[in-house]
């Protein structure tokens, strides 16, 4: 079964910390693999968008990695503000797929001002 | 960029009635659209596939006779909560598949969601 598993499920750090999310999933063969930020009672932002022939991307203070082979993939988050608190969603689209995409249960980071 | 609306954004209705939401791709055509629901501090999860033109696919345990997809044009797909019950409540997403330039090809776009109450 294709799974999307997220850790930790909740974080709290002080603003200016670097932070890393964790992401990892079942079933090596993925299409690709898309962080997203969710606001509460809020719909979803695209952070970052890897494909699989691709090892990061980066948007100005964030970093996604992916690790086919073992099935990983991190978003960090450099130089943290109150502003980046949020539910952090992880999901993935696999290759058999049609297009799903399947979604983590989460990270909800919250920055101390 | 490629923008996805759905209406109403929120939605309170008495238990036994039906809600019908709606999912619009404003400026790309979408031969594709899902629908995923998210219960409080949880994710979402995959309801079903909207195609155009075609019936809608459900994923394993969501009834397709309570929730019935109408995915009548390019730009809209419709949610339909039938007989509506207080376990329904939930926020409801939907999201677009572009095939066409104004958006990513094959990108998903998300809508902002419908917070369904059912009293």
């Known amino acids: 079964k294709q799974e999307v598993t997220q850790i930790p499920a909740a974080l709290s750090v002080p603003e200016g910390e670097n932070l890393v999310l964790n992401c990892s999933f079942t079933d090596s063969a993925i299409y690709n693999l898309q962080w997203f930020r969710q606001d509460p009672g809020k719909g979803l932002t695209s952070l970052l968008l890897i494909q699989s022939s691709q090892r990061e991307q980066t948007s100005g203070r964030l970093n996604a990695s992916l690790d086919k082979s073992s099935g990983r993939s991190t978003l960090y988050i450099a130089a943290s503000q109150p502003g980046d608190s949020a539910t952090y969603l992880c999901a993935v689209r696999w290759m058999d797929s049609s297009y799903k995409l399947i979604f983590g249960s989460g990270t909800r980071l919250l920055v101390r001002p | ?119």
Not at chain 2, 29 to 35: C, D, G, N, R
Not at chain 2, 58 to 74: C, M, P, R, T
Not at chain 2, 106 to 119: A, C, I, K, S
Request: glycine share 6%.
């Open chain 2, 1 to 119: 960029g490629a923008v996805v609306s759905q209406h109403p954004s929120r939605v309170i209705c008495k238990s036994g009635t039906s809600v019908k939401i709606e999912c619009r791709s404003l400026d790309f055509q979408a031969t594709t659209m899902f629908w995923y629901r998210q219960f409080p501090k949880q994710s979402l999860m995959l309801m079903a596939t909207s195609n155009e033109g075609s019936k809608a696919t459900y994923e394993q345990g969501v009834e397709k006779d309570k929730f019935l997809i109408n995915h009548a044009s390019l730009t809209l797909s419709t949610l339909t909560v039938t007989s509506a019950h207080p376990e329904d409540s939930s926020f409801y997403i939907c999201s677009a598949r572009a095939v066409t330039s104004g958006g990513a090809l094959n990108e998903q776009f998300f809508g902002p969601g419908t917070r369904l109450t059912v009293l």
